[in-house]
Nanobody, 120 residues
């Protein structure tokens, strides 16, 4: 079993900042890529940011220049620093991890999601 514990969501005013964190745990857990996605009731789930095991990053167009993704391989944690937040950033943010247990098949695992609300 892979567990993803997310934290850092909340309410913030426009222009403010928040940092999300996601820690993965499991038996003999090996992790490849890690990332964040977000979803609203009126919009399909979209890419926020991803980071490979080697540290290569990828961002959604509207996040570039404002968000920064990072990871700590020893702690099996991925973070998302969000600056210059806008009301349109309001969404449920989901942590995503590509991992395997006991050298098994690689699967995608999702967190329960954390709410980020940006007020005007």
């Amino acid at each position: 079993q892979v567990q993803l514990v997310e934290s850092g969501g909340g309410l913030v005013q426009a222009g403010g900042s928040l940092t999300l964190s996601c820690a993965a745990s499991g038996s003999a857990l090996s992790i490849d890529a890690m990332g964040w996605y977000r979803q609203t009731p009126y919009k399909q789930r979209e890419l926020v940011a991803t980071i490979t095991s080697g540290g290569s990053t990828n961002y959604g167009d509207s996040m570039k220049g404002r968000f920064t993704i990072s990871r700590d391989n020893a702690k099996k944690t991925v973070n998302l620093q969000m600056n210059g937040l806008k009301p349109e950033d309001t969404a449920v943010y989901y942590c995503n991890v590509i991992a395997s247990l006991h050298f098994g098949v690689w699967n995608a695992y999702w967190g329960q999601g954390t709410q980020v609300t940006v007020s005007s």
